[in-house]
């Protein structure tokens, strides 16, 4: 959600204008890449369980559609704006891009407190939502996803109303469905996976091993708490992690499977056996070979970042570095692995649920996490590759040079394509 002050709209604004002038953008396709293609603006009248009528705001903005249909999720928050839902469809319309995947960007949003509603109450809100913006969403328009309170029962929802409108079932119309509804094999864990395969490539091309790398994780919620195992998994040693109620630590490294099943049981990390206290603040300086962010945005800051002390920092959250913080971690030689590319393994399995939903033939969980890491290695090494080349010239980070990547590709379909008519 937004920060007090921070209009995210403005900052995305500045992020092309920053790399538009490295690349030398066409003035005439950065105009372009400046405004998203379509705002829509909804008002929903929804019925209370008390019999009164609410009218809910909602908002869905497709950014752009130049390299395929527009991809993104939807989030429930009482701090939505529309200008956050901009800048939210720019960075997808980048993130499909860095990975080369062959989709727009786009977002939604609804202002509501779903915490303040019933079951039913959430299950009106959602049908009513999904049924006024069905005048632009489709199969090969638009495909919405779940983001911020939103899960895969609000994209059945979803899939129903549209569906129902229809007088046939249409599961490609959203991804992140369950998965007997159409839903992917391994679509939960992907954004963990990817995480996993770019923090396995930085390692490779900065030389250390991962054999006994310390690993911190902020945030243990569907990406932090399938971050810790796979990482676990490829020899790294989880010394640190965090939720909502504080932090964990323990320089030995934790029994993961032992973490992850009192986790279960308990619904939080604090306490467990062994582990020492520490803060979600504290979590982030530790010295650590590998740190991940994936709770919130803006954790990393020019306050803190002088005294972030990891080789690797692997965003999992969307935007937890703030542009104060990227400069003075790439003074300090922080290996930054951009949200745009190393969370990217969820909207690359939701690429991999539409085009299974569109084909009714589905993959194993084995072949979902073979593509995926195809994708992500060929998107780190091109993203890295740049970075290469570009820094010879004048120091930029890893950030830079996948948004370099990104815009490069949008605009290369803009200008051939042509502007209409
Ligand atoms: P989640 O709700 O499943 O988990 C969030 C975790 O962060 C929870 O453990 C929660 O306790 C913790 N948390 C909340 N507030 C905190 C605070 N103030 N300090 C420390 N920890 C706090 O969410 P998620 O799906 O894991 O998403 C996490 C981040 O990753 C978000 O930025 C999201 O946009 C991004 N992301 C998620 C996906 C995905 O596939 N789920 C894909 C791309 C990006």
């Known amino acids: 959600m937004a920060q007090v002050g921070v209009n995210p709209y403005e900052m995305a604004l500045e992020q092309l204008k920053t790399v538009a002038k490295r690349m030398k953008l066409d003035p005439n396709l950065h105009e372009v890449l400046k405004h998203p293609m379509r705002s829509l603006e909804v008002y929903l009248p929804v019925r209370m369980d008390n019999g009164t009528i609410k009218v809910f705001t909602g908002y869905r903005v497709q950014h752009s559609m130049a390299r395929g249909p527009a991809k993104g999720g939807v989030r429930f928050h009482q701090n939505v704006t529309l200008d956050e839902v901009k800048a939210l469809s720019m960075w997808m319309t980048w993130k499909c891009a860095v990975v080369g995947i062959p989709y727009g960007g786009a977002k939604g949003g609804v202002i509501v407190n779903p915490k303040d509603l019933t079951d039913s109450e959430l299950e009106r809100l959602a049908r009513r939502y999904f049924s006024e913006i069905s005048i632009i969403i489709g199969e090969q328009k638009d495909i919405p996803a779940p983001d911020v309170n939103t899960n895969a029962q609000t994209m059945a929802w979803f899939m129903d109303t549209y569906s129902m409108g229809k007088g046939y079932a249409v599961p490609a119309i959203v991804t992140g469905k369950p998965v007997d509804l159409g839903g992917s094999e391994g679509r939960e864990k992907a954004t963990s996976r990817g995480i996993s395969f770019c923090v396995r490539e930085a390692a490779k091309v900065l030389h250390f091993d991962l054999h006994g790398a310390t690993v911190a994780i902020q945030g243990f919620g569907n990406v932090g708490g399938n971050s810790a195992p796979l990482l676990a998994e490829m020899g790294c040693k989880i010394v640190a992690v965090s939720d909502v109620s504080g932090g964990i630590h323990d320089p030995k490294g934790f029994d993961v499977p032992k973490l992850m099943a009192y986790v279960k049981q308990s619904g939080g990390v604090k306490g467990f056996p062994g582990s020492k206290d520490i803060s979600n603040a504290q979590l982030l300086e530790l010295k650590v070979d590998v740190l991940v962010p994936a709770a919130l945005e803006g954790v990393i800051t020019k306050e803190n970042a002088p005294k972030i002390d990891c080789k690797i920092l692997a965003e999992g959250a969307n935007g937890p570095t703030t542009p104060e913080a990227d400069e ?75 948004y370099m990547l990104a815009v490069q590709r949008v605009a290369d379909a803009v200008r051939k394509r042509g502007i209409f008519p």
């Open 328 to 402: 003075i971690l790439l003074k300090k030689g922080v290996f930054v692995i951009p949200d745009v590319l190393c969370n990217a393994g969820g909207v690359t399995a939701s690429y991999f649920e539409w085009v299974q939903g569109l084909q009714s033939f589905f993959w194993t969980e084995a072949e979902v996490n073979e593509k995926l890491n195809e994708i992500m290695t060929k998107a780190f090494h091109q993203v890295h590759d740049i970075w290469l080349r570009e820094t010879k010239v004048s120091p930029l980070t890893m950030r830079q040079a996948a």
